[in-house]
């Protein structure tokens, strides 16, 4: 079920949503193979009617199952925006859709997602890529070099422009 808050409500009181939001509902396509969002949302807003607009603030907390871009290691990326907000016209060109009275804060919450995501996940800062081979030895680039000390750089030097 969508993150939705009634108008009608607002006109009194302040609303306080408060649960999860499964992973499909968030309807998040990251097109990206390193990265897929497979736990709930969860949320903690504080929705308040403005002239004019509402302001939603809170809390918002996302788990994304990752790939290491260097290790090819899945592991888990937790992200908070501890202090989230949006503020979200009612009127004017801007104005959000309003059906049956109510808005669905979904959309902004999935945007303010996108743009926490991580652009090249690792499972560690540290993390110094794919292990070497089985029988230990690091694994060679073969041709130019190759030699001890030899470096792509020290074979372009080489050439005769």
């Known amino acids: 079920m969508p993150i939705i808050v009634n108008l009608r409500h607002l006109e009194t009181n302040d609303v306080h949503l408060e649960g ?11 097109k990206d193979e390193v990265i897929a969002v497979g736990q ?5 807003l504080q929705v308040q009617q403005l002239e ?19 290790c090819l290691k899945p ?14 016209p009612l009127e004017g060109e801007d104005a959000v859709p309003v059906t049956n009275d109510c808005v669905d804060l979904t959309p902004y ?3 303010d997602i996108l743009l926490e995501f991580p652009q090249h996940p690792l ?6 890529g794919l292990p070497e081979t089985v029988t230990g030895k ?18 372009l030097n080489k050439l005769k422009l």
């Not at 709930?40 to 903690?44: I, T, V």
């Not at 939603?56 to 996302?62: H, I, Q, Y």
């Open 20 to 30: 999860e939001l499964p992973a499909e509902e968030l309807d998040i396509d990251s």
């Open 40 to 44: 709930p949302l969860k949320f903690n």
């Open 52 to 70: 004019g607009a509402i302001l939603a603030t809170g809390e918002l907390e996302l788990t994304l199952d990752c790939q290491c871009v260097r």
């Open 75 to 88: 592991f888990q990326y937790r992200f908070e925006l501890p202090s989230w907000a949006a503020h979200l």
């Open 109 to 111: 919450v999935r945007e």
């Open 123 to 128: 499972c560690d800062p540290e993390c110094r």
């Open 138 to 155: 690091p694994i060679k680039a073969s041709g130019a070099g190759t030699e001890k000390g030899s470096s792509a750089w020290a074979e």
